[in-house]
Nanobody, 121 residues
Framework: QVQLVESGGGLVQPGGSLRLSCAASGSIFEINAMGWYRQAPGKQRELVAAATAGAGTNYADSVKGRFTISRDNAKNTVYLQMNSLKSEDTAVYYC???????????????WGQGTQVTVSS
């Protein structure tokens, strides 16, 4: 079993900052990619930021220059630093990892249950 525990969500004012964390635990042999998605009410879930097993990262155009994704492989944790937050950033944020439980396993996707981020004055 693989578990993803998210933290760091909450209510912030426009222009404020939040740092989301997502720690993976359980039967994990190796993690490949890690990323963050978000889903606003009535909208489709979208990719916010992703980090490969190496140093590669990519971001949605709407968050470039404001958000930064990073990972601590030793802790199986991925972070999302969010600065200059806007009301449009309000959504439920989900972390996702691609991991395999054994050396013989294929990579599978695992999702966190989401954490609410609300940007409002």
């Amino acid at each position: 079993q693989v578990q993803l525990v998210e933290s760091g969500g909450g209510l912030v004012q426009p222009g404020g900052s939040l740092r989301l964390s997502c720690a993976a635990s359980g039967s994990i042999f190796e993690i490949n990619a890690m990323g963050w998605y978000r889903q606003a009410p009535g909208k489709q879930r979208e990719l916010v930021a992703a980090a490969t097993a190496g140093a590669g990262t990519n971001y949605a155009d709407s968050v470039k220059g404001r958000f930064t994704i990073s990972r601590d492989n030793a802790k199986n944790t991925v972070y999302l630093q969010m600065n200059s937050l806007k009301s449009e950033d309000t959504a439920v944020y989900y972390c996702k990892i691609e991991a395999r439980r054994t050396v013989w396993d294929t990579y599978r996707q695992y999702w966190g249950q989401g954490t609410q981020v609300t940007v409002s004055s």
